[in-house]
């Protein structure tokens, strides 16, 4: 690892300050991402500005029946407050069917949403990789693609979105607020925190330099009571997503009401189903609606040789999650 | 403040103090003494441990946070010591394997993996161990399944898996 300095901020406008004012500063808080790529030469900040003293770790519930997450606050800690798991499960489960627990001790909500991809091409420091050195070329394309992604792809990068969490939000039409270096709070919608790699991977959200995620706020959802998070995998535990699916629904008289569906593991961003939902709401709550509606959304997927088994499993998996929330639901007629 | 401030401010606050990137005096406290040491801010808190303060009882498996042998708990929760640099951890309580016995009285998840024979090699026991206290003081050894899901994070490659679960299903029953 190359040398580094470390600061240690007590208040939000001098971390920001900090950081703003040298482009080779990063913000510090858990670190599960950034001590690990600093050490395999992926991302190399001079100077780290550590922030997990600051009192950004609120977990509250708004009286509109929403929540706010503080950034600071652990995955764990998330996971397990009562006003989560009661109004928004498939957050939760989403948490819970993330990394490992010790993991989760350390991760920080707004450091779950920028973690890096786990592309391997991106992470061995070597490789031709368009996100970490812009203009070099994709070597997943033609390479080693099983993990990569068949939705929102671009010729210049296929690296799949890693975080369970953030397809759980994304679900939740969450909200992300940041303080700038001007001292300005900015407020983001979710889908539009997320950028597609288009020609310029390397840019994953649209925060300048010094900008610091200070809360998510997820607002009231009523279907998402009903909700859950699917995530299939390799192996059982402790592993990222092949496919994931955050899903809510709502059936009143065997007609969905509501619907909310979330794609991980096959997007280059946490990925939004709303054909999926477009295609159900008001249709009758039965498999070959939600087959159909599965088809709609994959039907632009791009795959290759080596992922194109995801196309098939994201429907599958589709199907099946709304399956589940019509099956344990006593609205539904089985 | 005023102009005559000793202290360099800018606008919006006071500039941060930076410490390193040469080695800096760093004070922590493990196992509930305070321990004085020299290292420069890249250093992780498993190397603070290994290779400055002498408790080589947390192991480097992979160094990336895959493997958990390096497990050891500040303030109380269980971390992965190889992701965590060693300064962020001034002014927290780091406790190690080392410091899980009281006195000669090994803790209750010690003395299970030995009368459980839960471990062949060894390697990874120390972070198994640090591991299986924290999941029982959180509450996760309900059933297998759930031991199993809540110590994933924590790879034997001896594959003594069944013997780690019957000492946890041992302190949790009190057996």
Redesign the interface.
Known sequence: ?????????I?T??????VSADPTSDF?AG??TE??L???NVLHP?????I?DLPLTQIEATPEGGLRIGSLARM?EVAAAPVVRERFPMLSQALELG?????R??ASMGGNLLQRVRCSYYRDAESPCNKREPGTGCSAIEGFSRGHAVLGTSEHCIATHPSDAAVALMSLDAQVHTLGPD?GERTYAFDDFFLLPVDSPHREHPMEHGELITAIEVPAAPVARHSLYLKIRDR???EFALVSVAAALSVVDGIIADVRVSLGGVATKPWRARRVEDFLIGAAAQRSNFAQAARVELIDARATSMNAFKVELAQRAIVRALETLTGDGSESPA | MSAQSPAPLTERGQVLEERGPGPVAVTLSVNGVERSLEIEPRVSLLDALREHLDLTGAKKGCDQGTCGACTVWVDGHRVLSCLTLAMTCEGREVTTIEGLAEGDELHAVQQAFIAEDAFQCGYCTPGQIMSAAALLKEGHAGDDAEIKEWMSGNICRCAAYPHIRAAIRAVRDGA
Not at chain 1, 13 to 18: E, L, S
Not at chain 1, 46 to 50: N, W
Not at chain 1, 99 to 103: I, K, R, V
Request: proline share 2%.
């Open positions: 690892m190359r040398p580094i300095t470390y600061s240690r901020a208040d406008a001098t971390a920001i300050a900090a510090l670190g599960t001590i690990d600093l050490r395999q001079r100077r780290l500005v550590d997990n764990s990394a490992s627990a010790q993991l001790h350390m001292g059982e535990s402790y």
